[in-house]
């Protein structure tokens, strides 16, 4: 356990951010499997919403500009 007030701090803001952390991954991990798993006519549709999920992911912080650029590349190239 820490001994310093500001680590103690910092451990709360951290489990804290965990938490909000983990909620906008499955978010993301959910809306790229409903794509793939999608029928052709569908994937037209929903391709503008998970790019919104994986931008949404992108711009809190939780996954990397290359990872995003990579997923929405790899999904659009599934597309067809």
């Known amino acids: 356990m820490a001994n310093i007030k500001s680590a103690e701090k910092r451990i709360r803001q951290s489990a804290e951010q965990q938490k909000r952390n983990r909620g906008v991954r499955s978010r993301l991990r959910t809306a790229v499997k409903k794509y ?12 503008p919403a998970t790019y919104s ?7 809190k912080g939780v996954i990397h500009k290359n990872a995003a650029a990579r997923l ?9």
């Open 72 to 80: 929405k590349s790899r999904l659009a190239r599934k597309r067809s």
């Open 53 to 59: 999920d994986i931008d949404r992911a992108r711009r």
């Open 36 to 47: 793939r798993q999608a029928d052709a006519k569908a994937k037209g549709e929903a391709l």
